[in-house]
């Protein structure tokens, strides 16, 4: 029996060749090193790792070898994979750590937001302002009056004193419906529920009217064709403008904050009689007319200190007896401010049209409590 042949000088298999193996691995290493995502990762790991890679196709050649050229073929592939395996593992750290990081980033939930898929509106802010107004005089005992949008003529002029030939009747102020001689109007103030309240009830009468009205403005930043007013009456025995004054500047300390009063200068209305212009001092600069530095006028009130904000005065006698009041017994004050122009003031909005346009992120900017 004869025995092994330890002379047989074997040939190499072309792919288990010192060069070919490092080419092979060196063109691993490089894909490994390009690959851009973990997905290309894989694509690699395919093509120079998996069985059917050049290194796995050149591991199988192995078997094929004669016993004396096993091991060095074997060593040499062996070491070629696990320098491929390790750089795989390497890359696929780094790959994955960049993945988490970029997840964070694109996938990132904000808790912040809104809970609810359905956007929300908002409370409109004159909607928050009137009620707040009419909170403050309900706490001072007295009452919300309302009344319609589409009035008289006789109680939205007639009743008010002012007369057949007043500018105010003209189309250039209102609003008159068809037919004409129906005398019915878009209400140009909201005087008409204080006579409607005095044809209704029996003094005392302590009532606020907030509401809107209606005259033929130009829209733009500080005029609008629909705006809204609120107006006071209070009808008593003995009632002076010294309650007036009084009310007034609680009025304005509950609206603007603490320390801020109002002052009168005369003016006339044809349902009021003295008559005066109601000027609030300048909640800014606190009346000195100065801005914050002192170096300059207080832009708020121009330098004047005071900011004009509605009118008001004593009940004309007039109007009363047209009310079916005893002038002789009832004296009454009355007053009428904007409510938009004193949303403005109070939370410094330029552009009147910002409250009319719908846009509700500015509505959500007020809350729901003003």
């Not at 000088?9 to 090193?33: H, N, S, Y």
């Not at 909607?127 to 919300?144: H, L, N």
Request: some cysteine; aromatic content about 8%; glycine content about 10%.
């Amino acid at each position: 029996m004869s025995g092994p042949n330890n002379s047989y000088d074997p040939v190499q298999v072309t792919p288990l060749g010192e060069e070919q193996v490092v080419a092979m691995r060196d063109a691993a290493l490089a894909a490994i090193a390009g690959a851009v995502d973990l997905e290309a990762l894989k694509v690699v790991r395919s093509d120079h790792a998996g069985d059917r890679s050049p290194l796995g196709l050149a591991n199988r050649e192995i078997g094929a070898l004669p016993p004396q050229a096993k091991k060095d073929a074997g060593m040499r592939i062996g070491q070629a994979r696990a320098a491929v395996n390790q750089a795989m593992a390497a890359r696929q750290e780094v790959l994955e750590a960049e993945a988490e990081a970029q997840m964070l980033v694109t996938e990132t939930v904000d808790v912040t937001l809104p809970w609810d898929r359905t956007p929300r509106g908002a409370r409109h802010p004159i909607t928050m302002m009137s009620e707040r107004i009419a909170d403050i005089f309900v706490a001072m005992g007295w009452e919300v009056a309302e009344g319609p949008l589409v009035e008289a003529e006789w109680l939205n002029f007639d009743a008010l004193n002012l007369g057949a030939d007043h500018p105010a009747r003209t189309m250039q102020d209102t609003f008159w419906t068809e037919p004409a001689e129906n005398h019915v109007v878009l209400r140009t103030h909201t005087s008409p529920v204080q006579a409607r309240t005095m044809l209704t009830r029996t003094p005392p009468i302590y009532v606020v009217c907030p509401g809107r009205v209606f005259r033929t403005d130009e829209y733009d930043a500080t005029h609008s064709p629909m705006f809204h007013q609120v107006e006071g009456l209070v009808v008593d025995e003995g009632i002076t403008m010294a309650h007036l004054k009084g009310s007034l500047d609680h009025f304005a300390q509950a609206v603007f904050g603490e320390g801020i009063t109002t002052r009168f200068r005369p003016s006339y209305f044809p349902f009021t009689e003295p008559s005066a212009e109601v000027d609030l001092i300048c909640f800014v600069c606190r009346g000195t007319g100065q801005n914050e530095v002192g170096d300059g006028s207080c832009r708020t009130c121009r330098g004047e200190g005071w900011i004009e904000w509605g009118g008001c005065g004593v009940v004309n006698p007039r109007v009363l007896v047209a009310c079916g009041v005893d002038p002789e017994r009832y004296t009454g004050f009355a007053f009428g401010m904007g409510i938009d122009r004193t949303l403005m003031f109070r939370h410094g909005v330029d552009d009147l049209r910002s409250f009319f346009e719908g846009d509700v992120r500015f509505s959500r900017a007020f809350g729901t409590e003003i």
